[in-house]
């Protein structure tokens, strides 16, 4: 069975340039999640679709983070303008959907801005 | 708001002994799930181990193994055998209900051959 896989594994841009994401979950896993982690510290939620619907953006910083999963699959996540401090690992991640379900992790993008 | 605490930013351990990882969380929940995940440098968060708060027996995964005390919010991680292979950054997350999984800060773990 695939794992979750994301691509790219490394992207160097420099700020106020956009730059997409894009993660494809384990096959059957309804519930897909897009984290940040910084240097030196663990993974912080951005956002968590169920299917196509995105049920926790709460910590996506809206002004300039989007992300899309227009059929229920894989998602994209796009920053636009990227800032310096955007600079981090960006992880993907799914589950089945259910609360007891373990969250299975892409390999992540790690993003370089200048 | 829950958080995960984990009070040791680096740990090493010789190979074949045990080491022990510790963490602490903050909840009022009863009901919740406990877990710790494995990053090697390759990045990919691989899950070591899990456990359930509503039960009363230590989880196992052949050379892990758990020590769960929910009265004092803990949940250690116990790596028996430690081989080359488990050098990695190890962190301790939460998880109740439908709610974010919350993760600690880490701690990286060196074997020394």
Redesign the interface.
């Known amino acids: 069975e695939a794992?979750v896989v994301q691509s790219p594994r490394y992207k160097i841009i420099e700020k106020k340039q956009p730059v997409a994401f894009w993660c494809n979950p384990i096959s059957g896993h309804n519930t897909l999640y897009w984290y940040r982690q910084n240097l030196?510290?663990?993974?912080?939620?951005l956002i968590?679709y169920e299917n196509e619907e995105a049920v926790?953006d709460s910590q996506l910083p809206k002004d300039r983070f989007s992300a899309e999963r227009l059929k229920g699959v894989d998602s994209t996540l796009k920053i636009q303008p990227a800032e310096l401090g955007d600079s981090a690992?960006y992880?993907c991640?799914s589950s089945s959907g259910q609360?007891?379900d373990?969250?299975?992790?892409?390999?992540?993008t790690?993003l370089t801005v200048l | 708001a829950q958080t995960?605490t984990q009070s040791q930013p680096e740990m090493s351990v010789q190979e074949a002994e045990t080491v022990t990882l510790s963490c602490t969380y903050d909840t009022s929940e009863s009901d919740y799930?406990l877990?710790w995940?494995k990053q090697p440098p390759?990045?990919?968060?691989?899950?070591v181990i899990?456990q359930?708060a509503y039960k009363q027996q230590n989880a196992t995964e052949n050379r892990f193994s758990v020590n769960f005390q929910k009265a004092a919010k803990s949940f250690s991680l116990k790596i028996s055998d430690s081989q080359l292979g488990d050098a990695a950054m190890y962190?301790c997350?939460y998880?109740s209900?439908?709610n974010?999984?919350r993760?600690?800060?880490?701690t990286r773990l060196t074997v020394k051959p």
């Open positions: 794992g030196g510290q663990g993974p912080e939620l968590r926790d690992v992880l991640a609360t007891t373990t969250q299975y992790f892409g390999p992540g790690r | 995960v799930y877990f995940y390759s990045r990919q968060m691989i899950l899990r359930e962190f997350a998880r209900g439908y974010d999984m993760f600690g800060a880490g």
